[in-house]
């Protein structure tokens, strides 16, 4: 599948609203590995304000918006208890969040495809790492971030556990 990565625009906005409801109405109808609701998290009132700080991402495929992510320098205050490679002020990494692709284009390497597209996006600003995190028992993501470099640094807590999700694994790829 070919992919063209890019910075969202406004007309990439209900694509992506629509890419979330897609995705949480999937995940609610199987096994919900990530913990995402539909009108919860993520919404279109997130995308929109990825989109107001420019960091929203769309993945197209023939014009249609298969994966999206959300791409800074912000973190969570429970990623200080990780066992970082590096130490950073954050100001030398990117932060990915709300990474997703379509189910319906599922085991075309979506993924895996913007994971590059990231790292390459990363080393051309003259950043040192990427981080992220995603729930204990995603299994699905753990293996793209693991298979594409990422090494688990340790376990937080983010406050997430009303929604039953009590532990989140971080990830860290040194460039």
Partial sequence: MELNISLASACDLQ??????DDVTAYLESHINYCG???????TQE???QALEQSCLYVAKSENEVVGSFILNQKFEPAYEAANWS????????????????????SGKGIGR???EYIAELARSQGMSSIRLDTYEKNLPAIAVY??????FVGK?????????????NCYEKIL
């Fill in 15 to 20: 694509a992506v609203s629509k890419l979330y």
């Fill in 36 to 42: 995402w609701r539909r009108g919860a998290y993520p």
């Fill in 46 to 48: 997130d995308a929109q």
């Fill in 86 to 105: 590096l130490p950073s002020d954050y100001s030398n990494l990117f932060v990915i969040h709300t990474f997703t692709a379509h189910p319906a284009h």
């Fill in 113 to 115: 495809k913007m994971l």
């Fill in 146 to 151: 693991e298979s594409c470099g990422f090494r």
């Fill in 156 to 168: 937080v807590d983010l406050g997430k556990g009303e929604w039953g999700l009590d532990l989140f």
